[in-house]
Structures are given as C-alpha cells and as structure tokens.
C-alpha cells in the first residue's frame, strides 16, 4: 500500500505538471500566433515596413490599389482617405493620404490598424510611412491630413490585381489615461 | 490526508456514515459517482428548461415571449449548462462508479480529491447561474464565448462566468487525474492494458484530453479577465491584439473537448452491444487504436470551426482534410459495432435500444460533420442551423443517448433492483421520435440559410421551425419518464441477479447487485 501510494504521488505530479505546461502553453499560443503570422504573411498584418530597397519598377502591369477606412465602434472621428482606389505600377512608391477630423471638444488620440486583403498580398506591400506608425493626436476641431507612402514589390504573384488596404481607427484616449494613471504603458507592441 | 489505504481500512468496518455528512465528506466512489450522476441530472433538466424556453420562442417568427437579449442568455447558458454541467459530469460519475468496478480496483486512487472534484462544481454553477439574476443579465455571447463580445461588449456578469470556468476546470482536471491514477496504478493482477474494457480504455484517453486542454480554456478566460479588468489587448485589436486570436486558442481547447464528450459514449456503447448481442466486440484492438488516433487528430483540426474568418488557402486545405481524416477512426468504430452485432442473438432491451439509436443517429450527425468539414461549401453552412442540428445529432442522440444508455445499463447493478423495462422502452421511444423531430429539420432551414443564435427568422422558416419545437416539447417532456424510472427503479424492489443481464462480460457483473459499499477490498486475479 505505502509503495502504491509512492507511485501515485509520482503520476500525480507528473500530470499537475502536465496541466500546468498547458495552461502555459495557452498563453504560449500569443507569440506563437504572432511569429506565425509574421513568417507567413497570413492574417493581412503588413509586416514590411520602413525604408524600401531599390526595385525594378514592373511597367508591364498596374495593380488596383483600394483604399478603406474604417472606423471602430464609438469612433467618433470622420475618417477617409482623399482616393478611395488608385493604380500604380509594383516597384513605384505610391503616395496618398487619409483625412481626419475630431468633432469632439476633447483632446483624443487614436491609432489606426491596417489590413490587407487578400493576406496573400500582404507580404508585398511595404509601407515606407504611415500615419498607423504613430498614435494620432487632434485638439478639438482640428483635422489632419495623414500620408501614406508605400511601395508594392514587383514579386508580387501575377494574380493578385487588386489589393485592398484597410484601416481601421481606434480611439485610444482612455486605455492612454488608464495606462498613465497605473504609471506604466499597458499595451503590446503593435504589429504594423 | 485521506489515502487510499485510510480510506479502505477505516470504511471497511464501518459502512457508509448517515445523514448529510455522508455527503459531504465520502470519500467513496460510488458515493461520488451517485452525486456527480444526480448533479448531472439537475443540470440537464435545467439546461433542458432553457432549451425549451428558445424552442418557445421559436415557434412562431416574431418575438412573442422574450426579449433578444434574453434569449441570448438562454442559448448561452443552455449550451454551458449542457456541456459542463450535464454532459461531463455525468461521464465522470460514470467512470467514479464503474472504472473501479471494472478493473478491480477497490476505490478511485485519490479519493479526497475525489470528493473534492466533485463538491467544486455545485459552487461553479451556482455561480453560474446566479448571474441570470444579476442587473446587465447572465452572459449573452453564446456558450463560445468569442471575444470581443464577451470582452469590450459582455455584461458585467462575465467575471462571474470566468471564474465559474475556472472552477469547473480544476474540477475536471483533478477527475482526470484521479481517473488515470486509477487505471494506471490500481488495476487488478493480471489485468493488462490490452484487457482493459473499452470504456475504461476510452475514459483512460478522455482523462489525457482533459489535462491537455482544460488548462487551455482557463487560459483563455484568464486572458479575458485580464482584457477586461487589467488593461491588456489579448483580444483587442486597438491595443494591438486580435479578436481571430480567441477563436484560435479557444477552439484549441474547443475542438478536443466535443472528442471529450463523445469518446466515453463509444467506450458506453462498446459495453452494451456485445452484452446484447452475446457475442464479444469485434475488433477490440482497432477500437482501442481508432479512440487513440481520434484523440490525436483532435489537437490539429481545430480551425474547421473558423473557416470564414479569412484563412489562406493552404490553410483551409490543410484543416479540411485533417477533419475529414478523423472519418477513418470513427468509421472504424461504426463498423465494429455493426460487425459485433453481425449474426449475434440479439435481444432489444432499453440500453440495447438507446445503444443503436446512438450507432445511427450518431453516424447522421458524423455525415453533417463531414459536410461542414468541406471548405468551400461551409461558408454557405457556417453560423446557421446546419450547424445547430449537426452538433445536436452528435451530443443529443449521440452523447446523451449513451448516458441514458449507460444508466439504464448499469441502474440494476447500482440499486439492486430491475427498472421497469416497459417504462424504460416508452422512455426510449419518446426520446428516440422527439429527438429526429427536434433536430431533423434544423438541417433543412439550416441549408436554407437560417442564421442560429437570432430569436426572430425569415417567415419561409416558419412551418419548420413549428415542427422543431413540438419535438423539442415531446422530447423535454420525456425526460421526467428517466426521472420516474431512476427513482421507481430504487425504491421499488425488484431484486436482479448479480450478472444482471445474460450476456453481460466484465469484473462489474461478478460483484453483488446492489454493489456492495466496498467492492475489491481483495483484488480479484483476472486470467
């Protein structure tokens, strides 16, 4: 009976051990998720940023390139970009803007997340800057136009025509104020 | 500590205690087996109640009884109550009762903990349910629970639904514990893994989902707790997170935890056919391999729940396929059953009828499966009905019918006594039509385009839907003949014989009817 005993209690931490490793291994599935989709492009998350290498500008093709903005959920900003579509050539650095405008009476800061669509093509635009880089602050009443300058690599695959770039604005003032008050930045790191 | 030993020796001289002490402090198995099998029952007519009252609703198009969002609560709390509180704990008070029985062990490995697995999960649900009646109303975001309606948009009753959650969990990862102590540790001499009976055998491989996956699910709802009460954007795309990364992690755990409630119903009905069919299961060895393989397929099919969410192609393919893998294990079984049934002297007692209303109805269910599996057509599938009466088929007729299957299998051994077999049936056959008129048309509405979760519909979904609900109310309605033969079945005496049923085969059918308070003091030798 004592060596039964012996043996359960060895089983037993092995398993509490065991459910423990998983309950890690769920938190584990964050960055995972995260360098998943880096490596492979997927979920539109725009991995390439900064300054562009020189290309081969492709003149045989022109690609259609969708601008939307989105507003999130209480968002009270007007969002828009000042072209909602344009064609350029891949290798060319494309330039563009989006619009902002705080009706509020209030200071707000938001910060715009982008998606591209389909995620296939989301390795091949690179942004060189974009206003989603930084959070965007507007006084009361003020508007702003916030550029973009991008450029889509002439390896993109021959059967992507159109790519759609969507942003999506979020208001970030009071996740801001409660990040100050507990004295410490409390978001992740954004993945542009 | 209360050891194996103690327990043992100490209960050995003494019987059971009286009063409610007996309860709350057994250490027992079969006490325990009784309780989680009697918490299990409240649960489901609970969760039952809930099911009828959307069903109520849904007869007529409109909204004539509910307002939406109480009607979303209902489905949500219907779907946790039945998962949780119903179907698992009604495995696990069948492995208390009979995984001891049958490998000759004389108690669970770790019997305090036993107890204490089992009293965690009234407080859970009371929890759970308390929040029904709390201002802002019960959780509303279905029993999945996707972010961000369950973060930025859920009621304020989500903190008490996490830790609910949380309870649970322990609850069933200590039951999973104890459950592979035992087989593993406490198996009598001569009992190899490869005599193992297969419910035991299934039981031993749900216990290992559990740990994998549980812990999982605690993760999940302890990333929402921190998303809504600590300022961090696991699921919030504002912070920089992704509300995509919920479903990930959360059908991570999700996609085990259906094999959880499935695979101890094969190991239920692996016992009941060869028992009524008196010849022994066909293929023993490929179901004990077909349930390992299942569970393994498990952990990498569990995007087939989000093929709409914009996966890539390779993606898509790769989660199709794995899917429509698993039907080779499980055809395995359906074959087995079917070829163990093959020439045997039949006989169609009640567990013998809902054991074969579960090979058939549980294979409907697996066929809608394999046509959600299907990539490109699931986006015509997804988020409707077709859906609602596929995992319907799998868990009602497939799940639920096992339990009864098992209940009605193993009552005699627990009380002595015979239930009346003619009520038995007419509860059968009830259930059995109720059932296919309840869930059969939701294929139909469902193809047509019938979003589930939503209190009003189309008008063109109207005489269906009517349907769907007289069957829900014959179904529901039922139930309370399983309450009557369960409590006839105890109090009136009917004495059965030790074997019980004649072709009956296992260490289970050696000991008395009813079991004795302590069974195997001595380990019998298995040849």
């Known amino acids: 009976m004592a060596q039964l005993q012996n043996e359960n209690i060895k089983l037993v931490r092995k398993l509490v051990l065991g459910s423990m490793l998983m309950f890690g291994f769920g938190f584990a599935l964050v960055p995972l998720y995260d360098v998943f989709c880096d490596i492979t492009g997927l979920n539109g998350k725009v991995t390439r940023t ?16 969708q601008l939307i903005a989105v507003n999130n959920e209480a968002m009270p900003w007007q969002f828009e970009p000042i072209t909602a579509a344009m064609t350029i050539h891949p290798g060319l650095t494309g330039q563009t803007a989006f619009l902002a405008y705080n009706p509020t009476g209030q200071n707000m800061v938001a910060q715009a997340v982008p998606s591209v669509a389909p995620a296939e093509a989301a390795e091949y635009l690179q942004k060189i800057n974009c206003f989603c880089f930084e959070r965007q602050t507007l006084e009361p009443g003020q508007s702003r136009e916030m550029p973009l300058l991008f450029v889509i690599d002439p390896e993109l695959p021959e059967h992507i025509t159109t790519i759609t770039l969507s942003y999506t604005l979020f208001d970030i003032t009071p996740q801001l104020q409660a ?3 507990n004295g410490q930045p ?6 542009l | 500590m209360g050891t194996l030993e103690q327990t043992v020796e100490t209960e050995e001289h003494h019987g059971p205690a009286r009063g409610i002490t007996r309860w709350l402090y057994t250490t027992n198995h079969k006490d325990i087996g009784t309780m ?10 609970l969760g039952g109640c809930m099911a009828l009252s959307i069903r109520a609703e849904l007869f007529q198009p409109g909204l004539q009884l509910m307002a939406p969002n109480f009607f979303n609560q209902m489905t949500t709390m219907h779907g946790l109550i039945m998962v949780f509180g119903a179907v698992m704990p009604a495995f696990v008070g069948l492995a208390n009762w009979m995984v001891p029985l049958m490998i000759g062990a004389p108690d669970m490995a770790l019997p305090r903990m036993n107890n204490w697995s089992f009293w965690i999960l009234p407080f859970a649900f009371s929890m759970m349910v308390s929040t029904l009646f709390m201002e802002g109303g019960a959780p509303n975001f ?20 996490i830790f609910a959650v949380h309870m649970m969990g322990i609850s069933s990862i200590m039951g999973a514990i104890n459950i592979i102590a035992t087989i593993l540790n406490l198996r ?31 993760g999940v709802v302890t990333m929402m707790l921190m998303d809504i009460h600590f300022g961090t954007s696991f699921f919030n795309a504002a912070g920089g997170g992704d509300p995509v990364l919920f479903q990930h992690v959360f059908w991570f755990f999700g996609h085990p935890e259906v094999y959880i409630m499935i695979l101890p119903a094969f190991g239920i009905v692996s016992q009941i056919i060869p028992t009524f069919a008196r010849k022994k299961l066909f293929g023993y060895a490929s179901m004990v391999y077909a349930t390992a393989s299942i569970a393994f397929l498990s952990f990498i099919v569990w995007a087939h729940h989000m093929f709409t969410v914009g996966m890539p192609l390779a993606g898509e393919l790769f989660f199709m396929f794995s899917t429509m893998l698993i039907a080779v294990p499980t055809g395995v079984k359906v074959f087995n059953w079917v070829a163990t049934m093959f020439r045997g002297s039949m006989t169609f007692e009640t567990p013998m009828l809902f054991a074969l209303a579960f090979v058939v109805l549980f294979t409907i269910g697996g066929f809608s499966g394999l046509m959600l599996a299907i990539a490109p057509a699931d986006f015509q599938y997804h988020d409707t009905y077709f859906v609602v009466a596929h995992f319907h088929y799998v868990l009602v007729p497939g799940a639920v019918f096992s339990i009864m299957a098992g209940v009605y299998y193993w009552l005699p051994k627990w009380t002595g006594n015979m239930y009346h077999e003619g009520m038995g049936k007419l509860h059968f056959w009830l259930s059995f039509i109720g059932v296919n008129i309840t869930f059969f048309p939701m294929h139909f509405v469902g193809l047509a385009g019938m979003p589930r979760r939503i209190p009003d519909y189309a008008l063109q979904f109207a005489d269906f839907n009517a349907v769907a609900s007289v069957g829900a109310f014959i179904f529901g309605l039922s139930q309370l003949l399983l309450v009557y033969n369960v409590i006839q079945c105890i109090r009136v005496k009917r004495h059965t014989t030790a074997q019980v049923w004649e072709g009956a085969e296992g260490l289970e059918w050696t000991v ?16």
Do not use: C
């Open chain 1, 179 to 181: 990040s100050y008050r």
């Open chain 1, 50 to 65: 900064g300054a562009a290498e020189p290309m081969q500008v492709d003149r045989s093709r022109e690609i259609n390139l």
């Open chain 2, 36 to 45: 989680y099998l009697w918490f299990s029952l409240i649960m489901f007519l």
């Open chain 1, 186 to 191: 409390s978001m992740r790191r954004f993945m």
């Open chain 2, 188 to 218: 009598a001499p001569g009992m190899t893994m490869m005599k193992l009976p297969l419910f035991v055998w299934t039981w031993l491989i749900t216990a290992f989902l559990l740990i994998a996956v549980m812990p999982v699910l605690a």
């Open chain 2, 512 to 527: 008395p009817s009813p079991a004795p308070y302590h069974t195997f003091a001595q380990p019998p030798l298995v040849k």
């Open chain 2, 142 to 161: 279905g029993w999945t629970f996707y972010a961000p309606l369950s973060t930025t948009y859920a009621p304020p009753s989500v903190t008490f639904f």
